[in-house]
């Protein structure tokens, strides 16, 4: 790679696209952040904008909407991949899902592709909580979910983002799979009742089924490939199989990744909780 590497990174306005570009930025390298709303756009259905994007570009922060986990994904994966090594492109950092088997495929297909690859595979985020996903029904008071008492060692963006931007600069992890949590796990449970004692805004926890929870999100308008999605995480995915904190993070950047209180507490100072924005 070039001694003063240009980067693209993919998902500029998603939770870990726009952080790995801003810390690539203030590092004072050469960014192109797209999507399908920046100039040059970005689609994934539309390999017309790749080229583009992909132009004068030495390595790729990989962010895949919806998910990995979706059928055809490793063939879109496989045909991007050969893309960018068209155009020079050949690191490509990729982050996946961790426990998630149907992503394997699309993982494969990057490693098959001869770029220097590595993957990042993490578990649910914190920000799911404050930004988008879980958000509006936190505000509400109230967040139903089949999750029952599985624990899950939800994980920093922020983290995931330094590592990924670690991966890009330093050849050492071509070639590497990373696993990437939070230092312990906890219950969906647990995280309520702690955004509950930091905000003193009480937050239910209430155990639903898998057909419930995509019921409400029919009623939502939630499109049907992002509601098969979501069963597929919370049915399969969400079962324990990812409960166990791994110590990859520490492993890229030489420190332990940030806790789940120390999120809360940092969270609940932008009010992004208060009983004053419920959607």
């Known amino acids: 790679m070039p001694t ?15 952080r790995v570009a801003e ?3 203030a590092l004072g390298h050469d960014v192109r952040a797209v999507s399908r709303s920046t100039t040059p756009a970005f689609d994934w259905t539309d ?3 790749w080229d583009d994007a992909l132009r004068d570009r030495d390595a790729v922060y990989v962010t895949f909407q919806p998910d990995l986990a979706v059928p055809g994904s490793d063939d879109i994966i496989a045909s991007f991949a050969k ?6 492109a050949k690191r490509i950092v990729m982050l996946s899902g961790r426990g ?3 992503a394997h495929r699309a993982e494969d297909a990057l490693r098959h592709s001869g770029a220097d690859a590595t993957v990042l595979r993490a578990n649910w985020f914190f920000q799911n909580f404050n930004e988008d996903l879980f958000l509006s029904y936190i505000q509400q008071g109230t967040l139903a979910l089949p999750a029952g008492d599985t624990p899950e060692p939800f994980v920093d963006a922020n983290d995931i983002a330094e590592c990924a931007v670690a991966c890009l600069l330093d050849q050492g992890h071509i070639g590497k799979t990373y696993e990437l949590s939070g230092p312990s796990a ?3 449970a647990d995280v309520t009742e702690m955004i509950s004692s930091v905000t003193n805004h009480t937050v239910n926890f209430v155990a639903i089924t898998v057909d419930e929870l995509d019921a409400g999100l029919e009623a939502d308008g939630m499109p049907d ?6 069963r597929y995480l ?3 995915v969400l079962d324990g199989r990812n409960s166990q904190p791994t110590n990859d993070v520490y492993e890229i950047l030489g420190r332990q990744p940030n806790s789940l209180r120390n999120f809360v507490e940092e969270a609940a100072k932008t009010g992004s909780w208060d009983v004053a924005k419920r959607a």
Do not use: D
Request: charged fraction near 25%; aromatic fraction near 8%; hydrophobic fraction near 45%.
């Open 83 to 88: 893309r960018a090594l068209m155009h020079g």
């Open 23 to 25: 810390k690539l930025i």
């Open 4 to 18: 003063n590497p240009r980067f693209l990174v993919l998902g500029a306005t998603a939770k870990t696209g726009r």
């Open 234 to 236: 919370f049915s399969e």
């Open 100 to 102: 998630e088997e149907a």
């Open 225 to 230: 490939e992002v509601r098969g999605l979501i």
């Open 186 to 188: 906890v219950t969906f």
């Open 47 to 49: 390999p017309t904008t």
